[in-house]
């Protein structure tokens, strides 16, 4: 899981990506907050927890199409809000 890494394992308030619950048409809600990110310029571990995320979701996404849900192609995306307070 993309919360046992490394970087969040040393400090969960390193970085700041997470899949927060679903709208109302069952997609994955992934958001994001500069200003609590800690460890902000750590590209390699950001790039690799966004990948993790994307995959984390991806995997939400298969296992409520094996319920049934999430059956329509608008419904197999994520939505990604992006809090830019504490950016730059």
Same mark, same amino acid.
């Given at each position: 899981?993309?919360?046992?890494?490394?970087?969040?394992?040393?400090?969960?308030?390193?970085?700041?990506?997470?899949?927060?619950? /679903?709208? =109302? &048409?069952?997609?994955?809600? !992934?958001?994001? %907050? /500069?200003? =609590? &990110?800690?460890?902000?310029? !750590?590209?390699? %571990?950001?790039?690799?927890?966004?990948?993790?995320?994307?995959?984390?979701?991806?995997?939400?996404?298969?296992?409520?199409?094996?319920?049934?849900?999430?059956?329509?192609?608008?419904?197999?995306?994520?939505?990604?809000?992006?809090?830019?307070?504490?950016?730059?």
């Amino acid at each position: 899981a993309f919360w046992q890494r490394p970087k969040p394992l040393e400090n969960p308030h390193a970085l700041s990506m997470r899949v927060v619950g /679903f709208d =109302e &048409a069952g997609r994955p809600i !992934a958001y994001t %907050a /500069f200003a =609590e &990110a800690m460890d902000l310029w !750590a590209v390699d %571990a950001n790039v690799k927890h966004m990948t993790l995320l994307m995959e984390a979701s991806m995997n939400l996404l298969r296992q409520r199409r094996g319920r049934g849900l999430n059956t329509t192609a608008i419904s197999r995306q994520w939505v990604w809000v992006i809090d830019f307070d504490g950016f730059g």
